[in-house]
């Protein structure tokens, strides 16, 4: 596996997360979603806007339901048939998201397709490390980029492919170990602090475009934190980090913020060298 050790090199992978960072999945995407199911399962909780933004703290849909579950109804993780249960209302909660995506619903954000496209053009591997469910990725994908999207991404990190979840770094891990690079010649794109947490910890320099529902997260370590991508036209804003030298994020920015984080690492390496 790829160790924070490695060669330094030039920008050869971008790492993308998916909710909140390719669309804004989570307040009309996944939240709803949940309720719907929840309504199904006869259950009487209503997931708020704000309610829902205290349990982005707990990653994964699974371990979310649980979370709550077990503050507010344990009795329902107690019975004989709980594991199942909670799979179960899970399975319905990711098909009524999938509704909700091909539906239309749900857009990509700023700059997200035009950056994939010229990164792709480029030939910059592509990459997902994320803790959705692999169906719920499919149906974004397919929705928003065409009955080619998967193919754009070389290596998708998604739902329960690693045991611990962010801000745990195994995704990232378990992405490397499949591109075969050093986390040097990558870079990620996050929108939350789990996200930079678990991206930081593998040891990529990451970007972060806030949404919402991140927009007061400690990103400290960010390459750069902004509103979004941006577009032509429609700027993105700086919030903290490396400046934007333009409007939008292109492959020419990410390549000069991944250099300086190379070279970051490089004047730390050589002063633990020379305190040895």
Same mark, same amino acid.
């Given at each position: 596996m790829p160790t924070a050790c490695a060669a330094p090199t030039d920008l050869q992978a971008v790492v993308f997360d998916v909710d909140g960072t390719l669309a804004d999945t989570e307040r009309d995407g996944h939240r709803v979603a949940f309720n719907r199911a &929840?309504? @199904? &399962? $006869?259950?009487?909780? !209503?997931w708020s806007v704000a309610t829902y933004g205290e349990l982005l703290a707990v990653t994964g849909g699974k371990e979310r339901i649980r979370h709550f579950a077990a503050r507010q109804a344990p009795q329902w993780l107690e019975r004989p048939d709980g594991g199942a249960w909670l799979a179960g209302l899970h399975q319905l909660?990711? !098909?009524?998201?999938? !509704? =909700?995506? @091909?539906a239309g619903t749900i857009a990509l954000r700023p700059g997200v397709a035009r950056l994939i496209g010229e990164l792709r053009g480029a030939g910059v591997r592509l990459a997902i490390a994320t803790t959705t469910t692999r169906s719920s990725l499919d149906s974004l994908l397919l929705s928003s980029l065409g009955d080619d999207a998967q193919s754009l991404f070389e290596v998708i990190g998604a739902g329960d492919v690693v045991a611990h979840k962010k801000p745990a770094p195994d995704i990232y891990h378990w992405v490397l170990q499949r591109l075969q690079l050093p986390p040097q010649a990558c870079l990620a794109v996050e929108d939350s602090q789990? $996200?930079? =947490?678990?991206a930081s910890a593998a040891g990529l320099p990451t970007l972060i475009t806030v949404n919402a529902y991140t927009a007061a997260d400690d990103f400290s370590g960010a390459l750069s934190v902004l509103s979004d991508l941006g577009e032509p036209g429609q700027p993105?804003? @700086? =919030?903290? $980090?490396?400046? =934007?030298? $333009?409007d939008c994020v292109d492959l020419a920015q990410l390549r000069r913020w991944q250099q300086t984080a190379v070279n970051t690492l490089n004047r730390r390496q050589a002063a633990c060298l020379a305190t040895s």
């Amino acid at each position: 596996m790829p160790t924070a050790c490695a060669a330094p090199t030039d920008l050869q992978a971008v790492v993308f997360d998916v909710d909140g960072t390719l669309a804004d999945t989570e307040r009309d995407g996944h939240r709803v979603a949940f309720n719907r199911a &929840f309504a @199904r &399962f $006869g259950l009487p909780w !209503e997931w708020s806007v704000a309610t829902y933004g205290e349990l982005l703290a707990v990653t994964g849909g699974k371990e979310r339901i649980r979370h709550f579950a077990a503050r507010q109804a344990p009795q329902w993780l107690e019975r004989p048939d709980g594991g199942a249960w909670l799979a179960g209302l899970h399975q319905l909660k990711s !098909e009524i998201y999938g !509704e =909700l995506v @091909r539906a239309g619903t749900i857009a990509l954000r700023p700059g997200v397709a035009r950056l994939i496209g010229e990164l792709r053009g480029a030939g910059v591997r592509l990459a997902i490390a994320t803790t959705t469910t692999r169906s719920s990725l499919d149906s974004l994908l397919l929705s928003s980029l065409g009955d080619d999207a998967q193919s754009l991404f070389e290596v998708i990190g998604a739902g329960d492919v690693v045991a611990h979840k962010k801000p745990a770094p195994d995704i990232y891990h378990w992405v490397l170990q499949r591109l075969q690079l050093p986390p040097q010649a990558c870079l990620a794109v996050e929108d939350s602090q789990p $996200g930079i =947490l678990a991206a930081s910890a593998a040891g990529l320099p990451t970007l972060i475009t806030v949404n919402a529902y991140t927009a007061a997260d400690d990103f400290s370590g960010a390459l750069s934190v902004l509103s979004d991508l941006g577009e032509p036209g429609q700027p993105a804003k @700086r =919030l903290a $980090g490396q400046a =934007l030298d $333009g409007d939008c994020v292109d492959l020419a920015q990410l390549r000069r913020w991944q250099q300086t984080a190379v070279n970051t690492l490089n004047r730390r390496q050589a002063a633990c060298l020379a305190t040895s």
